[in-house]
């Protein structure tokens, strides 16, 4: 991973710098089921690795959430060792995102919105229109 995805989103909010994960990430893996918050690093690394068949090693964040939905844990490999960061909810809940597959991918920008407590699911794009050049 590039080094700094977290530390380099470091921006100013109401004076305040704040660690949030870089906007330009490409890829970001959610864990679609919640995960015990018991699980510390070693914990978190052998779940991407074992049960979402993922390389915790890789370039790459792997998002978890608990059962209530009011914590977030964000686990990456840092050039020579592991980064574990954790975001707290003290009133509200995240829009975990559903799914049949193990994972979510969502990219720096989605997770941000994710982490601000946007409902990804709800936004939909536009109708798509067909039309038909009748000559």
Not at 10 to 22: F, L, N, T, Y
Not at 32 to 43: A, S
Request: glycine share 6%; charged share 30%.
């Amino acid at each position: 991973m590039r080094a700094g995805a977290l530390g380099r989103a470091a921006r100013e909010r109401s004076g305040v710098a704040v660690i949030r994960p870089a906007l330009d990430l490409a890829e970001v893996y959610i864990c679609v089921e919640p995960v015990d918050f018991r699980k510390q690093i070693n914990g978190l690394a052998a779940l991407v690795q074992d049960e979402l068949e993922l390389d915790p090693f890789s370039e790459q964040l792997f998002v978890f959430c608990n059962r209530r939905r009011d914590r977030v844990r964000i686990l990456y490999w840092e050039r020579s060792g592991f980064v574990l960061w954790m975001k707290r909810l003290e009133r509200e809940r995240f829009h975990w995102p559903r799914a049949e597959d193990p994972t979510v991918t969502l990219s720096g920008q989605e997770l941000n919105w994710l982490l601000d407590g946007f409902d990804l699911s709800r936004w939909r794009p536009h109708r798509r229109l067909d039309y038909q050049w009748v000559a």
